[in-house]
């Protein structure tokens, strides 16, 4: 059963860093590209970042790019986001996310989210 | 980026009728060299993440009841409810992943009238 459960998450103050972390058991994590999406009452949902299964390949919003790093370990079926100058606009639930087996940004399956707060 | 407008904003609708959410892209998602549409729709219930409904605009993901449908091509997209059910209370979602970024729209919240 496809699983993704991350951790991670929390108070932050602005300029803070934070690293969040999904757990992916249940599927040949290494096949599929994972994204990171978050969601805040103002923004809606937002795509954040996206890593192919070998790494090569990674993308990110424009609003994130610089302070944000996306990667993974494959061996221990896990996806990482290291978020650094984090801002208030950052505050949101954020979402692990598997893409379809065609390699197209769409999300077949997510996790439960963590809730990430920057506030002084 | 593809901006992702949906409409109308909520909508409620008896039990058993139709329920019917547009979704407009900025610019076309259909890739002319397989022609598919790079568009998807998903349901989120409250305290819940989004669940993957349909994608290439027309293709239900497996375990979804066949009273979800979509359809359209190119810039303009509907999704259909034939029968709404109590369980369909949701918020509705569209996405493009035509470009990068993937974008979503603003939502549709559909209630039981």
């Known amino acids: 059963e496809v699983q993704l459960v991350e951790s991670g998450g929390g108070l932050v103050k602005p300029g803070g860093s934070l690293r969040l972390s999904c757990a992916a058991p249940?599927?040949?994590?290494?096949?599929?590209?994972m994204n990171w999406v978050r969601q805040s009452p103002g923004k809606g949902l937002e795509w954040v970042s996206s890593i192919s299964g070998s790494s090569k390949y990674i993308h990110f919003v424009d609003s994130v790019k610089g302070r944000f790093t996306i990667s993974r370990d494959n061996a221990k079926n896990s996806l990482y986001l290291e978020m650094n100058s984090l801002r208030a606009e950052d505050t949101a639930v954020y979402y692990c996310?598997?893409?379809?087996?065609?390699?197209?940004?769409?999300?077949?399956?997510w996790g439960q989210g963590t809730l990430v707060t920057v506030s002084s | 980026d593809i901006v992702m407008t949906q409409s109308p904003d909520s909508l409620a609708v008896s039990l058993g009728e139709r329920a019917t959410i547009n979704c407009n892209s900025s610019?076309?998602?259909?890739?002319?060299?397989?022609?598919?549409?790079?568009l998807a729709w998903y349901q989120q219930k409250p305290g819940q993440p989004p669940k993957l409904l349909i994608y290439w605009a027309s293709t239900r993901e497996s375990g979804v009841p066949d009273r979800f449908s979509g359809s359209g091509s190119g810039t303009d997209f509907t999704l259909t409810i034939s029968s709404l059910q109590a369980e369909d209370v949701a918020v509705y979602f569209c996405?493009?992943?035509?470009?990068?970024?993937?974008?979503f729209g603003g939502g549709t919240k559909v209630e039981i009238k």
């Open positions: 249940g599927f040949t994590f290494s096949s599929y590209t």
């Open positions: 996405q493009q992943c035509f470009s990068t970024p993937p974008t």
């Open positions: 996310a598997r893409s379809d087996s065609s390699g197209s940004l769409f999300f077949d399956f």
């Open positions: 610019r076309s998602v259909l890739y002319d060299s397989n022609n598919k549409n790079y």
